[in-house]
Each structure stands twice: as structure tokens, then as C-alpha cells.
């Protein structure tokens, strides 16, 4: 980069050096580590923002170095400074989290930031900057409207992925201007961050409708409204989970290149998506039975409790996730009006027992390969990866076993016209299980054992089996 007119290159944070905002960095990093941050923010609030961020910047515990930084801007500080120009950090954001910035980057020869008094941002920014380096005495980065005062008095303006309307306006306050465009956010990533493919687990509200042999088509009416509720109501608490959990994932090798993580997503939208997605699917539940809305908001709410605080727990976190799967099926129960049968809730009580187990055996498989002591953001240590894998075999053993005495119960006459021919769903189910705790010891399974059986060919073979042995059972083939 060619010599500049002004020796000083001014630099934004939020949203210019950082493909995120740190007010809500250290809000979601804040709630995560107390529960109570949100209602203590808005006693700090009282006190107006700057006094907000500095609670925030003590409550947080966001690390400088794992944050989303854009690396085209970081290359064209750096260029600027190697034709012999000065750079400066200047943020609305507070202080201490500016001055950790610019240690980890180490790319500024000086940082300026919210002091708990002033907000620096805006026509404060402008003043403060046209006073330490005079009236065009300054190139300006940013990427906001709130910049606009700023640019008005530097001697040059850099825009960063801002919008038409408003590089036309630095254009009209500005005489020099540049405009970067770094990056561009995709419908991909948000489609991502909303997880489709765990909608997968939402087809358990199916399930009483199918153990039940109710195949009406109102029955299948209230059970597909149901599967959208959940869908709904669950891509909300992932979009949360992803959002407290930034830091963890942001450590993660796999976890990081998620939507909020990486950046490719503002935080800002993520806050607004887990919102609106719950608003959502609770407008679709209107229409439902009340023991239907109480199970979605009994499920919504025991997912916020392990995204805050459960999944830090040992063994009372595996208990919840196959909980979580239970509740799927009670919700799919109280959705058609079908009864759940001690049978169904026992086998499903085992058995995804059994998969909650191996997802904490797979992380600490990965934590170990890794050479970590410990799973990031759970309660469990590698040394205790033989108890886990107990767990999982143990449980789901046993959910075979209550099979099997289902099948020999007076119930499965009633039902199905060749009951014997479920013996052999409960021989695959055993082999299943068993080829599931290989592959999960091995190594080859990385975080979610359903999205691990949706893609395995072997899974998929056993589950053609198990549906053509029920079909026969029930007469439909013989």
C-alpha cells in the first residue's frame, strides 16, 4: 500500500477488526458462566450503556485469542504499518477488553476504548480523534452508520462490508474514501446455525402414533404439527447453546467453523434468530392440546438449564439428554391424544440412555486424541471414559432386554397378527447396539451417535430390517 497522506490508520472494532460485536460477546459469555447476568446487566444498564460494558467486561471471560477476527483487515493494518504508518484500536467497546485485543494482535501502537464514563463511539469518537490527531489528520476504518461523524472529520475513509447506501454516504461526508469488501454472510450459515438435521430427532413424536397403530389422518395431522413445534422450539435452544457455548466451540477443532463461532453469522442476528424461532413455535402450539404446550415448555426449559449449567454436571447431564429424547415421544403422546405405554417409556428411558452415553464417550474419545485431560465445557476427565462406556453398554443392553419381554407380553397379541417375528427386531437391536460401542471406541464416531446412524451404512441396513420384521409382524407382509 503506496504511502498515505495521514500517517495514522484509526480502527473500528465491532464488526471492522472483529466479524462480531462485543457487547454481545461478553453478554452470551457472562450469561453462560451466572445465570443471573441478565438481570444484573439490567441493573447496570441503569446506570447507560458504557456502564453496561464495563459490567459486562468484568462478568465475561471471552478470550482475545479465540475471537472471529477478519483477516483481510488485520493484512491491510499490517500493510499500513510496514509503509511506515501508525495504527490505532479506537472501540466503543471498554478498555480491558481493547487492551486485550491489542495484546493478543500486537498490531497497534495505541488502544483507546469505553472507560466506563464515556462511550466512545459516534460524534464522540469523531471529537476525541480529531483532537489527539487534528482535523484530518487521521484514516478511518469502520464499517457502521454510527461511523459517519468519525468519517466526517478523517482525512480518509475505509468502509468495511458496509452496504451501498451507506458507502454513499461516507462517499458524501468524506473526500477519500475505500471501500473493503471482506466477507459476505450466506443463507447457508444461517440454515446451518438452525441444525435441520437434528431435526431428526423430532420424528420421535411420530412414535406413539406408530406404536399405537393409529395411522388416521388426523392422528398424522396433530403428530406433524408437533414435529414442527419441536423443530421450531429446538433449532431456537441450539441457536442459544451456540451462543452461550462460543468460547467452547471456539476451541473445538470441528466446533469452531460452527455459524456464531466463525463468524459467519453476526452474534447480534443469533440473539434475535433464538428469539424469534421460540416466538414461532410457540404460535404453531396455540392450536394444541394444553398438555402438549406444557411438555414444550417443560422440554424448552431443560434444555436452557443444560445449555446454562447441566452439561457441566456428571451423569446428571447424560440423564437429561435422554431425557430430551423422552420427552419427544410424551410431547408426540400428548399431541395425537395416545396414551404412552409403560413399555415404550421404558425401552426409550434405556436406550437413549444408552446413545446420551455414548455422546460423552465420543468427546472424551476426542478430548483424548487431542491430548486433552478433559472434555471442553463438561464435567468428565478421560480417566473416566471407562465408566462412561459402562453406561452406554449397560443401558443399552438393558433396553434389549425390555424388548424382549415386551415381545413376550400379552400386549404384542393385540397388536401384531406374527408377534415371533419381533424376536428378530430385538436381535438386530442387540447387534446395532453393539456395532455402535465399536465404532464409538474406535474413534470413528465425532459428536451426534443419531446423525452418526442417519449417515452409517450398517445403521441404515438394520433399521430396513427392523421396519420389513415389523411389516411382517403386523401381517402387512407374510
Keep these: 500500500m503506496p504511502k498515505n497522506s495521514c500517517e495514522t490508520l484509526a480502527v473500528d472494532l465491532d464488526g471492522t477488526l472483529l466479524r462480531s460485536d462485543m457487547l454481545f460477546e461478553s453478554f452470551w459469555s457472562a450469561f453462560g458462566l451466572d445465570w443471573r447476568s441478565p438481570f444484573l446487566s439490567a441493573a447496570a444498564l441503569t446506570g447507560g450503556l458504557v456502564s453496561l460494558k464495563r459490567y459486562l467486561a468484568a462478568a465475561s471471560d471471552v478470550d482475545a485469542a479465540n475471537l472471529p477476527y477478519d483477516a483481510k483487515v488485520i493484512s491491510f493494518i499490517q500493510e499500513w504499518r510496514a509503509s511506515g504508518g501508525r495504527t490505532a484500536l479506537v472501540t466503543a467497546s471498554d478498555q480491558h477488553i481493547a487492551d486485550a485485543i491489542a495484546v493478543h494482535l500486537s498490531i497497534f501502537d495505541e488502544v483507546h476504548g469505553s472507560d466506563g464514563k464515556l ?18 489528520g487521521f484514516a478511518y476504518m469502520g464499517d457502521a452508520k454510527a461511523d459517519l461523524p468519525v468519517w466526517k472529520r478523517a482525512a480518509k475513509a475505509i468502509t468495511v462490508n458496509a452496504p451501498d447506501a451507506l458507502r454513499r454516504e461516507a462517499e458524501s461526508v ?58 421450531l422450539i429446538a433449532s431456537s435452544a441450539y441457536v442459544l447453546n451456540d451462543l452461550l457455548d462460543l468460547e467452547g466451540d471456539r476451541a473445538h477443532p470441528r466446533k469452531r467453523f460452527r455459524p456464531f463461532a466463525s463468524g459467519s453469522i453476526p452474534i447480534t442476528h443469533g440473539t434475535w434468530m433464538a428469539a424469534g424461532l421460540l416466538i414461532l413455535g410457540g404460535l404453531f402450539a396455540i392450536s394444541m392440546s394444553s398438555s402438549f404446550q406444557m411438555s414444550l415448555i417443560v422440554y424448552y426449559l431443560l434444555t436452557t438449564a443444560y445449555s446454562l449449567s447441566l452439561k457441566r454436571r ?43 452415553a455414548v455422546k460423552r464417550q465420543a ?17 468428565y476427565y478421560v480417566d473416566d471414559l471407562p465408566i462412561v ?30 408377534p415371533k417375528a419381533l424376536w428378530g427386531v430385538c436381535a438386530i437391536l442387540l447387534y446395532w447396539i453393539t456395532h455402535t460401542l465399536v465404532a464409538v471406541h474406535r474413534g470413528h464416531m465425532h459428536d451426534d451417535p443419531v446423525i452418526y446412524a442417519a449417515k ?23
Design 119 to 136: 462511550n466512545l463511539k459516534g460524534e464522540y469518537k469523531g471529537q476525541f480523534l480529531e483532537k489527539r490527531f487534528g482535523s484530518k
Design 174 to 231: 468524506c473526500e477519500s474514501v475505500e471501500h473493503l469488501e471482506t466477507d459476505s454472510n450466506s443463507i447457508k450459515s444461517y440454515l446451518k446455525a438452525l441444525r435441520p438435521h437434528q431435526w431428526l430427532k423430532n420424528t420421535l413424536v411420530f412414535l406413539p402414533m406408530l406404536a399405537a397403530h393409529q395411522l388416521d389422518n388426523q392422528t398424522f395431522l396433530m403428530a406433524s404439527l408437533a414435529f414442527v413445534c419441536f423443530s
Design 314 to 356: 456428571i451423569a446428571i447431564d447424560i440423564y437429561v439428554l435422554a431425557g430430551l429424547y423422552t420427552a419427544r415421544i410424551i410431547a408426540g403422546a400428548a399431541a395425537t391424544g395416545i396414551p404412552v405405554s409403560f413399555w415404550l417409556l421404558a425401552f426409550s428411558a434405556f436406550f437413549f440412555l444408552s446413545l446420551a
Design 363 to 379: 468427546e472424551l474419545i476426542d478430548s483424548a486424541g487431542r491430548n486433552k485431560l478433559n472434555a471442553s465445557g463438561r464435567g
Design 389 to 418: 462406556a459402562m453406561i452406554a453398554t449397560g443401558a443399552g443392553y438393558i433396553s434389549v432386554l425390555v424388548m424382549t419381554l415386551y415381545v413376550n407380553s400379552s400386549a404384542v397379541v393385540e397388536l401384531y397378527a406374527h
Design 456 to 478: 452409517d451404512r450398517i445403521s441404515q441396513i438394520c433399521l430396513m430390517i427392523i421396519l420389513g420384521l415389523v411389516l411382517v409382524a403386523r401381517g402387512a407382509v407374510y
